[in-house]
Structure formats: C-alpha cells, structure tokens
C-alpha cells in the first residue's frame, strides 16, 4: 500500500475516507497514522465520555511530530455534515474570527474522523455545552503540574500529594492523571456558581502552596522563575482555556498518552519513567484496571466549591 493511498469504510453507518495509513507520525518508534487510528478505536469506549459536549480543540500533525504543527478549532469549512459542530465566541483569536465553529465528539466516527486529520492531540475546556450549544458553567477544577528542568515528574508527584491534602480537607475528591509530556495533572469533579470561580479558587491554592514552600512550588506565569521547581499552572481554568483530554495522545518522541493513574502509583513514584505510558500500555492498563478516571464526571463526586481554600 503505498502512503497516499484512500481507503473507504464504515464506522457505525459513517462512511469515511482514511488516507496516508502507512505513514509514520513517530519516527522514533515507527508509530504510524494506521496505529494512530486503531488507538483511538480500541481506547474511544473511556475516551468519549470525556469529549461528549465538550468544543474540541485539535492539534494536527500531518507530517508527524518532528514537523510543524497547527492548532485547529474552526471546522466548518470541511467536516461531514453528520459532525456536531457546536459556535464558540472567540474574542480576541489571533485569526480575527469573533466566533469558530468547534467539533464535539459524540461518537466514534467522528473520533475516526478527527484521527485521521492527524490531530494527535485532543484539547477540551472544563465546561460543557447543552444541546442548542450554550455554555454552561465549568464542572471541572484542574491543575497542571508542569516541572522546571531539572526537576520531572517526581517532583509533580510530591506536590500533587499536598495539594491533594488541602483540597480533600475542602471536601472535593481527587483525580490524577499524567500529562503525557513532562507533568502531572490533577481533576476535580465541581459545582460552581460562575465561570470565574474555579480559576479564582485554583490560583489561591497554587499561591498559597508556592507561599509555604517557595523553593518547591511556583504560581506565577514567568518562566525564569520555574528552574528546578514546580509551576502550578491554575490558568488552565480560564473559560478560554483548554487541557488535553484524558486518553489522548500526545506529540512526543514516543506515542505516550495521557494517562489517568492511581495515587498509589503518584506516592510510589520515583523515577520519571513510572508514570511515562505509551498507547499499547495504556490499552493493556485499561484492560486490566478499567477506566482509573471513572467518578470524574458523576454528580455524585461533584462537590460545591469553597469560596477559597480552608474556608470549609
């Protein structure tokens, strides 16, 4: 089969051209676009609960990872008209649009759909929307853990512990999974009042940890500042911000995902290949434990937010 080579099927009812099947998007592992897709498949059954209603933000790889990169929100002007496309204000984009036309995955031949663009990464915000496309508040609390060289995961990992300490004392329950890069990333089931209210409770957790140990946690943006410490990134709750999405792979030498993990595995963590997992491992994980993020999305894990932390 040659790498340009289209071929039709069908996907629950969809018909859908997947082209460029052979060609390799890991170079470092020989990972190609048909392996790309066959993840996807075999991991959408945990992976689309935490798409469904959520606008999607692709980054699309058609070179593969040592190639230019694009981010791309507005579909319009070629997805299939069975795709759900959801219109997001935009105020402010670097393209001058004040509104895009977002997918939202609902199903599998839109996942398949969306695969085969080569968008290897899948980035969702931390609200939904209804059925007629208006936003509802966020739903989910998220910190990103990203280390400053030399420090890795392993260090994520030891704040991650204190952070899950003052949140629980807050009442709210706490999932982690790692980024698929060089971090960890913690997610909180919530009920707010407003669309400001987790960013404003997340920036004074990460402010008041970086106050007590302020050789090991960080909370301002400033990159000069991050060396050997850990950035809690609280600005990944702003309603204009996106996360990479639970399951989704991610551009990096290896086809590593990012991957929801135990607090067992966090608290034993000690060499940043613990929590390094690339997409057959990840399959093999689901297999044999189920989905670790399940509870995330339950309103019966869903807690209402203190108005800052400690205030419970």
């Not at 798409?51 to 990169?69: E, I």
Request: glycine share 6%.
């Amino acid at each position: 089969m040659s790498p340009d080579t289209v071929v039709t099927t069908q996907v629950q009812g969809r018909r859908l051209k997947l082209s460029n099947l052979e060609k390799v998007l890991y170079p470092q592992e020989g990972f190609t676009k048909a392996e790309v897709l066959d993840y996807y498949v075999r991991i959408a059954p945990v992976l689309l609960p935490y798409l469904r209603a959520r606008p999607l933000t692709l980054r699309r790889y058609p070179d593969g990872v040592d190639a230019a990169s694009f981010f791309e929100k507005d579909v319009s002007r070629h997805a299939p008209a069975w795709v759900r496309t959801v219109r997001v204000p935009t105020p402010g984009s670097g393209k001058g649009a004040e509104a895009a036309d977002f997918a939202v995955i609902e199903d599998l031949p839109t996942l398949v759909w969306v695969a085969n663009l080569a968008s290897l990464e899948l980035h969702v915000p931390q609200w939904t929307v209804g059925p007629r496309g208006a936003r509802r508040d966020p739903d989910l609390l998220v910190f990103d853990l990203d280390p400053g060289a030399p420090a890795t995961v392993v260090e994520c990992c030891r704040v991650a512990e204190r952070l899950r300490e003052l949140l629980t004392a807050d009442g709210l329950s706490v999932w982690p999974k790692t980024s698929g890069s060089k971090g960890l990333q913690l997610y909180v089931p919530v009920a707010v009042p407003g669309p400001e209210r987790t960013s404003e409770y997340a920036r004074a957790a990460a402010e008041l940890l970086a106050r007590q140990t302020p050789r090991q946690v960080v909370a301002t943006m400033a990159k000069q500042a991050r060396h050997g410490k850990v950035f809690i990134d609280w600005s990944q709750n702003n309603p204009k911000k996106t996360t990479v999405a639970p399951y989704s792979l991610r551009a990096r030498p290896r086809p590593t995902v990012s991957t929801p993990v135990t607090w067992a595995e966090v608290v034993d963590c000690a060499g940043p290949e613990d929590l390094v997992f690339t997409a057959p491992r990840v399959l093999e994980r689901v297999e044999e434990f189920g989905d670790l993020f399940d509870g995330v999305l339950s309103d019966a894990t869903r807690e209402r937010l203190p108005a800052r932390p400690g205030a419970v």
